[in-house]
């Protein structure tokens, strides 16, 4: 019974140690931006060409409407690399991925993606989701 009683009692606090760790770790990757990472970016105009090179690619999808921004990241050589979520012709969700290029050319196939963003690091550029 003693051993019972152990495993009722530590488990709960084993299972909220793991919730407050995973959940810290969400936080700390989705942090919404703050209003001046906003403002700022609005008035930079390689933010608006990105923004509108963006805004294309979502029209384009075949259902705009379920777009969801999940990353992006400008890495060091200009090309914006973006996840994303939506869904496809049999409203499944999937996650894809497209590279907006210097030249402001969208990408969607893999190639693209493994040649100019894979492995590659850079400043987050999420923020820019929310102007869409």
Known sequence: MGYTALVVITLPVVLLALRLAIGSQRSEEMKPPTNLEITAAAEDKEYQLYS????????????????????????????????????????????????IGKDMAVRTDAKSWKKRCAGKSGERYTHIGYNL
């Open 52 to 99: 509108a090179a963006l805004r294309r690619m979502v029209t384009a999808l075949k259902n705009p409407d379920s777009f969801v921004l999940v990353n992006a990241l400008k890495v060091k050589d200009g090309n914006l690399c973006i996840t994303y979520r939506g869904t496809n012709s049999f409203n499944a969700i999937v996650t894809e991925a497209a590279v």
